[in-house]
T-cell receptor, first 111, second 110 residues
């Protein structure tokens, strides 16, 4: 089955700087890669996703890149703000299959 | 969110007790999931159901069972709770690719 590895497990960034979280996946059939944000005490919520026919996607300060050859994808957050502090999960899924999640990255924005 | 609700939100129980966690959704989604969240381990899939007659084991199904009573309801049972089942449990549903999570149930087994 699919295996998703996520790094780093914790990340501290000065407010205003950029943050990058990286994930690798094992199943070459995976074609959908979402990122979820989980604030303290809350449920995970989708913040951005990318499909395998696209190399990069942006939504304001958030971007995701995908390298299918290397089987890795990354989340980039620019101009970080205190409200970006949360746990971020990557995930991967092949068509009609279930999502497999990474182990999460706890991002802390230092004011 | 897709109006996914979970009951109870918090539960403390004792070793050996049978516990049921319930999940309901009002969006008519076919696919429903139960996950367990532990610190440092991410979200691990316990069971999933792609429709009322379809139940599948996830990666950590031992010690758990499920029931899909209707399209809108998916229950998770711990037949005989043990302390290492102490965790945060999330139900989720799918609309297309997007997965929506319920608010979670924090379960403590003493």
């Amino acid at each position: 089955g699919e295996n998703v590895e996520q790094h780093p497990s914790t990340l501290s960034v000065q407010e205003g700087d950029s943050a990058v979280i990286k994930c690798t996946y094992s199943d070459s059939a995976s074609n959908y890669f979402p990122w979820y944000k989980q604030e303290l005490g809350k449920r995970p919520q989708l913040i951005i996703d990318i499909r395998s026919n696209v190399g990069e996607k942006k939504d304001q300060r958030i971007a995701v890149t995908l390298n299918k050859t290397a089987k890795h994808f990354s989340l980039h957050i620019t101009e970080t703000q205190p409200e970006d502090s949360a746990v971020y999960f990557c995930a991967a899924r092949a068509h009609l299959k279930k999502l497999t999640f990474g182990t999460g990255t706890r991002l802390t924005i230092i004011p | 969110d897709a109006d996914v609700t979970q009951t109870p939100r918090n539960r403390i129980t004792k070793t050996g007790k049978r516990i049921m966690l319930e999940c309901s959704q009002t969006k008519g989604h076919d696919r429903m999931y139960w996950y367990r969240q532990d610190p440092g381990l991410g979200l691990r899939l316990i069971y999933y159901s792609f429709d009322v007659k379809d139940i599948n084991k996830g990666e950590i199904s031992d010690g758990y069972s499920v029931s899909r009573q209707a399209q809108a309801k998916f229950s998770l049972s711990l037949e005989s709770a043990i302390p290492n089942q102490t965790a945060l449990y999330f139900c989720a549903t799918n609309s297309g690719d997007t997965q929506y999570f319920g608010p979670g149930t924090r379960l403590t087994v003493l």
